[in-house]
Structures are given as structure tokens and as C-alpha cells.
């Protein structure tokens, strides 16, 4: 099992910027592949951002939702075992409730769609606002 835990959430006013952190531990050799997610109040679970955690080829690869692309950036640590998310240019719309998951499946299996129900491990969701 693999153990996911976000921090970093807040209350911020538009424009400033948040930095979403997610810590893994337990089996972390099983993690293939990283992402976000977020949840917005009566809207479905969608994709954020997406990086390539264990698999050479995809080592360096990362991907965005059309929404974030530009504002926020992914990262990771390998060696803590952490991963980031970058929030700039924050807007009302991206207040959710954002979900670290990790994957077993190999990133190129993943792309280009991300399907939530190919991450195996969920955190528990830390809450983002966006004040106007």
C-alpha cells in the first residue's frame, strides 16, 4: 500500500499563488505515475497535472489540464518521495478540493487522458479558495 498525504491548501485572494505539497510513503516503488486532481463543489473529479515518477522515459514528463497550463507547475522529489503543484495567477474557478494519486500504471499507458480510475492511491484532499 502506498500512503498519500497533501498540505498547502488555503484561503487566498485572485491572483496570488498557493504551493500544494504530497508526501508518499509505504510501498513507493510500486508509484509508476503522479498526478493531481480536484474536485469543485457539484462538479465531477477532473485532471490537473500529471508527472512521470519511476519510468525512464517519462522520468522528466509532465502534462496539464488546459485550464492550468501556463499558471501551474508540477515537481517532485524523487529522493522525499514528495511531489509539488505550483499554483500562480490563482482565479475564483480553481477553488476545489485538490487530491494528490499515484499510479502503478506506466505514464505513456496513462496519456493522454489520465483517467481517474487508473490511479490507485488517493490523498485525502486538501481545500483551495479563491477569493474575487
Known amino acids: 500500500q502506498v500512503q498519500l498525504v497533501e498540505r498547502g491548501g488555503g484561503l487566498v485572494q485572485a491572483g496570488n499563488s498557493l504551493r500544494l505539497s504530497c508526501a508518499a510513503s509505504?510501498?513507493?516503488?510500486?508509484?509508476?505515475?503522479m498526478g493531481w486532481f480536484r474536485q469543485a463543489p457539484g462538479k465531477e473529479r477532473e485532471f490537473v497535472a500529471v508527472?512521470?515518477?519511476?519510468?525512464?522515459?517519462?522520468?522528466?514528463?509532465?502534462d496539464y489540464a488546459d485550464s492550468v497550463k501556463g499558471r501551474f507547475t508540477i515537481s517532485k522529489d524523487n529522493a522525499q518521495s514528495t511531489m509539488y503543484l505550483q499554483m500562480n495567477s490563482l482565479r475564483p474557478e480553481d477553488t476545489a478540493v485538490y487530491y494528490c494519486?499515484?499510479?502503478?500504471?506506466?505514464?505513456?499507458?496513462?496519456?493522454?487522458?489520465?483517467?481517474?480510475?487508473?490511479?490507485?492511491?488517493w490523498g485525502q484532499g486538501t481545500q483551495v479558495t479563491v477569493s474575487s
Open positions: 508527472i512521470g515518477w519511476r519510468s525512464s522515459m517519462y522520468s522528466s514528463y509532465t
Open positions: 509505504g510501498q513507493t516503488f510500486a508509484i509508476d505515475t
Open positions: 494519486a499515484a499510479s502503478r500504471y506506466n505514464t505513456g499507458f496513462l496519456r493522454p487522458t489520465y483517467e481517474d480510475d487508473h490511479f490507485h492511491f
